[in-house]
């Protein structure tokens, strides 16, 4: 039984509702490529799946339109897979469950895919339609999500269109017409383990509960990083007694701020009292640090069998809580020309123990409009590598998306918004990174915007897309192609 199959546009929703039923987790997309391809060939539509899975579709023009230009709607296969940790779903297997809430679509318990399953599903719906546009090629990507994967390997000449349209963007008052670039960064902790005395005690510590988010449109609205936290608190802990880390692990992906985190450590008996007091101090401290932004903070300290032999050494324990305090986390630097966005951004999206290399490791996500802004973080985290004599790699790398207000794509988009909706749209540049950087640096010579519906809390299990801005989203579209004709 379809859930989804009474709003409007039927045809979206109904193509968005196979989506979550098939899995697409980044670098999982098989099945919904397989689905796609087959529905290619069911409308004899000319279609292609690259060497990394990226599917082309093409469409012809509607008869006497052959003369317009061509048009590329452009999103991404891959979801982010994100769920609380109680949660038993598997991405690799299960559907997901999309339920309505009032004027919103969530998923239950997990995120969405609506980021960009809705953008995707709009794409089809263009190909399904028999409308009076011109020609249209449809470019899908393979794992956006997980490091810009498909469009990082889009070859020079397999597109054929002038102008893209880029169906990512998440609030459907905008035009985005700018996007920031963007750089991995991971460091590599070595660490070295020595035997337990008799008389130590062992705790788990476990952070749950946090909002977390994307870590580009989220950024500047201040909440807590699970591992930032984490790091608070056993620094606190290390102030009152010493303490032996066991392991620690927080996220799991580099773009998502993390909601959850856990540490094991040792210490001894006599200072238990000392780490059980701290431990409610600094808890309440953090409650009221974000009593604004948090409203479901979990924090245990709990006591687990000493089933351990040994623990990092206290000098190594150490290094691994200075390093997490001193990287910067969050909003670095605001736009001194776009007034409220954030130029500059650093997340320390993952912390995760490899106890069979004997390591940590640290993956941030730098972000920035401003290349040398970018470069600037990056050698400030080379600095505290070298300080702590660790290594840090730096990866991924792909360039932003330079604003072109002349652009006639978004002139067009401007006036048609305004002939529907009766208001002007927002135009902005969005902290956060989108495939149109890469694509256009493929490819310079196209014209480009992105839009989409209003879509809140992505890359978490409070994803949601709001059901009239779906409708709208897609009307906006549908006129856009239909007008192209006043720029071809």
């Given at each position: 039984?379809?859930?989804?199959?009474?709003?409007?546009?039927?045809?979206?929703?109904?193509?968005?509702?196979?989506?979550?039923?098939?899995?697409?987790?980044?670098?999982?997309?098989?099945?919904?490529?397989?689905?796609?391809?087959?529905?290619?060939?069911?409308?004899?539509?000319?279609?292609?799946?690259?060497?990394?899975?990226?599917?082309?579709?093409?469409?012809?023009?509607?008869?006497?339109?052959?003369?317009?230009?061509?048009?590329?709607?452009?999103?991404?296969?891959?979801?982010?897979?994100?769920?609380?940790?109680?949660?038993?779903?598997?991405?690799?297997?299960?559907?997901?469950?999309?339920?309505?809430?009032?004027?919103?679509?969530?998923?239950?318990?997990?995120?969405?895919?609506?980021?960009?399953?809705?953008?995707?599903?709009?794409?089809?719906?263009?190909?399904?339609?028999?409308?009076?546009?011109?020609?249209?090629?449809?470019?899908?990507?393979?794992?956006?999500?997980?490091?810009?994967?498909?469009?990082?390997?889009?070859?020079?000449?397999?597109?054929?269109?002038?102008?893209?349209?880029?169906?990512?963007?998440?609030?459907?008052?905008?035009?985005?017409?700018?996007?920031?670039?963007?750089?991995?960064?991971?460091?590599?902790?070595?660490?070295?383990?020595?035997?337990?005395?008799?008389?130590?005690?062992?705790?788990?510590?476990?952070?749950?509960?946090?909002?977390?988010?994307?870590?580009?449109?989220?950024?500047?609205?201040?909440?807590?990083?699970?591992?930032?936290?984490?790091?608070?608190?056993?620094?606190?802990?290390?102030?009152?007694?010493?303490?032996?880390?066991?392991?620690?692990?927080?996220?799991?992906?580099?773009?998502?701020?993390?909601?959850?985190?856990?540490?094991?450590?040792?210490?001894?008996?006599?200072?238990?009292?000392?780490?059980?007091?701290?431990?409610?101090?600094?808890?309440?401290?953090?409650?009221?640090?974000?009593?604004?932004?948090?409203?479901?903070?979990?924090?245990?300290?709990?006591?687990?069998?000493?089933?351990?032999?040994?623990?990092?050494?206290?000098?190594?324990?150490?290094?691994?809580?200075?390093?997490?305090?001193?990287?910067?986390?969050?909003?670095?630097?605001?736009?001194?020309?776009?007034?409220?966005?954030?130029?500059?951004?650093?997340?320390?999206?993952?912390?995760?123990?490899?106890?069979?290399?004997?390591?940590?490791?640290?993956?941030?996500?730098?972000?920035?409009?401003?290349?040398?802004?970018?470069?600037?973080?990056?050698?400030?985290?080379?600095?505290?590598?070298?300080?702590?004599?660790?290594?840090?790699?730096?990866?991924?790398?792909?360039?932003?998306?330079?604003?072109?207000?002349?652009?006639?794509?978004?002139?067009?988009?401007?006036?048609?918004?305004?002939?529907?909706?009766?208001?002007?749209?927002?135009?902005?540049?969005?902290?956060?990174?989108?495939?149109?950087?890469?694509?256009?640096?493929?490819?310079?010579?196209?014209?480009?915007?992105?839009?989409?519906?209003?879509?809140?809390?992505?890359?978490?299990?409070?994803?949601?897309?709001?059901?009239?801005?779906v409708q709208r989203f897609y009307t906006f579209l549908i006129e856009i192609l239909k007008n192209i004709k006043k720029i071809s």
């Open positions: 039984m379809k859930i989804l199959s009474e709003l409007q546009p039927k045809i979206l929703w109904n193509f968005f509702e196979d989506i979550c039923n098939i899995p697409h987790r980044s670098g999982k997309e098989q099945k919904l490529i397989e689905y796609i391809v087959n529905y290619a060939k069911s409308k004899n539509l000319e279609y292609k799946v690259d060497e990394v899975g990226n599917v082309i579709i093409r469409k012809k023009a509607y008869p006497g339109l052959e003369n317009l230009k061509t048009v590329i709607l452009q999103a991404h296969l891959d979801m982010v897979a994100q769920k609380n940790s109680d949660n038993p779903h598997d991405f690799d297997v299960d559907p997901i469950k999309p339920r309505i809430e009032g004027n919103k679509v969530k998923a239950t318990g997990t995120t969405l895919g609506a980021d960009n399953g809705i953008g995707v599903a709009a794409a089809l719906s263009i190909l399904e339609e028999e409308l009076p546009i011109g020609p249209i090629e449809v470019l899908l990507t393979v794992e956006e999500e997980t490091g810009l994967t498909g469009a990082s390997n889009l070859k020079p000449g397999l597109l054929k269109g002038e102008i893209l349209i880029n169906l990512d963007s998440e609030n459907e008052e905008e035009i985005t017409i700018g996007c920031a670039g963007g750089l991995d960064a991971t460091f590599y902790i070595k660490y070295n383990l020595s035997n337990l005395p008799n008389d130590y005690i062992t705790y788990n510590l476990k952070i749950s509960g946090l909002k977390g988010g994307h870590s580009g449109v989220d950024i500047h609205l201040g909440r807590a990083n699970a591992n930032k936290l984490i790091c608070k608190i056993l620094r606190e802990f290390s102030k009152n007694g010493k303490i032996r880390l066991i392991y620690v692990n927080g996220g799991n992906l580099r773009n998502a701020i993390p909601r959850e985190a856990n540490a094991i450590f040792a210490s001894t008996i006599e200072n238990a009292s000392l780490i059980e007091n701290s431990f409610k101090e600094v808890y309440q401290k953090i409650l009221n640090d974000y009593k604004d932004v948090e409203d479901n903070i979990n924090i245990e300290l709990i006591k687990v069998k000493n089933s351990y032999e040994s623990a990092l050494t206290i000098t190594d324990t150490e290094k691994v809580i200075n390093i997490i305090e001193e990287i910067p986390n969050g909003v670095i630097k605001m736009s001194d020309s776009i007034p409220g966005l954030v130029e500059t951004s650093n997340n320390i999206g993952i912390v995760a123990t490899d106890e069979k290399n004997k390591q940590i490791l640290i993956s941030c996500l730098i972000r920035s409009s401003v290349e040398d802004e970018k470069n600037k973080v990056a050698k400030e985290l080379e600095q505290i590598a070298k300080k702590y004599d660790v290594d840090v790699e730096f990866t991924g790398g792909y360039p932003g998306w330079t604003p072109n207000p002349n652009s006639k794509i978004l002139s067009l988009a401007k006036e048609t918004y305004k002939n529907i909706f009766g208001k002007e749209p927002k135009i902005k540049a969005v902290h956060a990174g989108l495939e149109t950087g890469i694509i256009g640096g493929i490819y310079p010579n196209l014209d480009m915007i992105s839009i989409g519906p209003t879509i809140r809390f992505p890359h978490s299990p409070d994803e949601e897309v709001e059901i009239n801005s």
